[in-house]
C-alpha cells in the first residue's frame, strides 16, 4: 500500500552445497522496455530490497528526500545468478497499489456507522466490492495466468469505475463521470 515503494524479496530455495554467483536483478517498469540492473551486493541470497524511484530511475531529483510514487501497472522481474542466461526466474507483477489507496480513501469518505447503512451507502460498498474484484481478477490473469493484455485491460476499467465513484471526494480524478 506504500505509493513510493516497491518490495522485492529473494524467496529462492538454493542448494547448500553451491552458492550462487554473479546474482543479477532485471526489473522493466510498466511502459518502458530496458529494464534496470541491479546486480550489486544487495543482491544476495534471500535479499530483500526496497526499491524507490530513484532506484529504478524514474526520479532523478531529491532522491533521499522527497519520494514519487511509483506507476501502477506490470513490472517485469527478472532474477539470475550464473550461467544468467541459463538460471533465472522471471515474473510479472501487476502494481495495483495506488488503486488500493483511492478504495481506502472512499471507503474514508463513506462515513460508516456501526450499524446498518442507508441504501446508497451499501450500493457505494457493493461498488467498491465488485471493484476489488475486478482488480483481483487483473492480478490473476497478469501473475497466475500469464494474460498480460486482459489483466491491464480489467486493471483499467476497474480505476474507470473507482474514478465514478470518487466523484465528488477527494479520492481521485472525476473524468468519467
Known amino acids: 500500500m506504500n505509493k513510493c515503494i516497491l518490495r522485492v524479496v529473494d524467496t529462492s530455495i538454493y542448494n547448500p552445497l553451491s552458492t550462487p554467483v554473479c546474482p543479477r536483478l532485471l526489473i522493466t517498469l510498466p511502459g518502458f522496455q530496458v529494464p534496470v540492473s541491479f ?29 514519487d510514487d511509483l506507476p501502477d501497472g506490470i513490472y517485469i522481474m527478472k532474477y539470475s545468478v550464473s550461467p544468467n542466461e ?20 472512499i471507503l474514508c469518505d463513506l462515513d460508516l456507522g456501526a450499524c446498518d447503512p442507508p441504501t446508497e451507502i451499501k450500493d457505494k460498498l457493493t461498488q467498491l466490492n465488485w ?18 493484455d ?20 477527494n479520492c481521485g480524478t472525476c473524468s468519467t463521470c
Not at 134 to 146: F, G, R, S, W
Not at 150 to 164: D, F, I, P, S, T
Request: hydrophobic content about 35%; glycine content about 4%.
Open 86 to 105: 541459463y538460471v533465472y526466474a522471471e515474473y510479472n507483477h501487476l502494481r495495483i497499489t495506488k488503486a488500493l489507496n483511492m478504495i481506502q480513501c
Open 150 to 169: 486482459k489483466g491491464m485491460e480489467l486493471y483499467r476499467y476497474a480505476v474507470k469505475l473507482l474514478n465514478k465513484l470518487a466523484c465528488n471526494t
Open 39 to 67: 546486480d550489486d551486493t544487495k543482491i544476495t541470497p534471500g535479499f530483500m530490497l526496497n526499491l524507490t524511484a530513484c532506484d529504478l530511475e524514474l526520479q532523478t531529483k531529491g532522491c533521499g528526500t522527497t519520494y
Open 131 to 148: 471493484i476489488r474484484r475486478y482488480l483481483d481478477a487483473a492480478k490473476a490473469q497478469v501473475e497466475y495466468c500469464h494474460h498480460p
